[in-house]
T-cell receptor, first 111, second 115 residues
Framework: TQLLEQSPQFLSIQEGENLTVYCNSSSVFSSLQWYRQEPGEGPVLLVTVVTGGEVKKLKRLTFQFGDARKDSSLHITAAQPGDTGLYLCAGAANTGNQFYFGTGTSLTVIP | DTGVSQDPRHKITKRGQNVTFRCDPISEHNRLYWYRQTLGQGPEFLTYFQNEAQLEKSRLLSDRFSAERPKGSFSTLEIQRTEQGDSAMYLC?????????????FGPGTRLTVL
């Protein structure tokens, strides 16, 4: 059962363009994390958001947690080839014992 | 802080053989998770330990799979009588209980190929 749906599944853009990735669920999460994963490696944590409506910025990346803590978005400004990778969202259940991963968004930034 | 380490990084085995993977978490982390990830998909939860206690197991974890964390430090995941469908990346993550900001840190994974 995939509790978190990400869209789009694949995204190919030119260097310098902006993009937004969405992570949606009908479930409420106590926190939500975003990861970036490169082929053959484990996911690397980008950010954790906890409070409904929370916005966090990490250089050119902006993360937002929905008011109801059911969804999140990741916005990248002026994408660079180094941003290429698989972006994963993961929600922590309210019990805090399990993390549910999204389906992933594969981003390719073309120089 | 050396991060989460996993060994081996790659394993090729023949169908029917047993394999064992090891995960060394970040030293002060008391939670340890195992996930399985197939190509192009997000990781799927397999099991979770708090210290040495295995608290949750996914129904994905069939009888052929067993995980241990004997002293609350490193963990092993064993797959018996491997099948081709077991081919995947096996990821380990650890975290330190810190309420809602409990954050997992992943190892590099063990890629299993069953021939």
């Amino acid at each position: 059962t995939q509790l978190l749906e990400q869209s789009p599944q694949f995204l190919s853009i030119q260097e310098g363009e902006n993009l937004t990735v969405y992570c949606n669920s009908s479930s409420v999460f106590s926190s939500l994390q975003w990861y970036r994963q490169e082929p053959g490696e484990g996911p690397v944590l980008l950010v954790t958001v906890v409070t409904g409506g929370e916005v966090k910025k990490l250089k050119r990346l902006t993360f937002q947690f929905g008011d109801a803590r059911k969804d999140s978005s990741l916005h990248i400004t002026a994408a660079q080839p180094g941003d290429t990778g698989l972006y994963l969202c993961a929600g922590a259940a309210n019990t805090g014992n399990q993390f549910y991963f999204g389906t992933g968004t594969s981003l390719t930034v073309i120089p | 802080d050396t991060g989460v380490s996993q060994d081996p990084r790659h394993k090729i085995t023949k169908r029917g053989q047993n394999v064992t993977f090891r995960c060394d978490p970040i030293s002060e982390h008391n939670r340890l998770y195992w996930y399985r990830q197939t190509l192009g998909q997000g990781p799927e939860f397999l099991t979770y330990f708090q210290n040495e206690a295995q608290l949750e197991k996914s129904r994905l974890l069939s009888d052929r799979f067993s995980a241990e964390r004997p002293k609350g430090s490193f963990s092993t995941l064993e797959i018996q009588r491997t099948e081709q469908g077991d081919s995947a990346m096996y990821l380990c993550a650890s975290s330190r209980t810190s309420g809602r900001r409990d954050t997992q840190y992943f190892g590099p994974g063990t890629r299993l190929t069953v021939l």
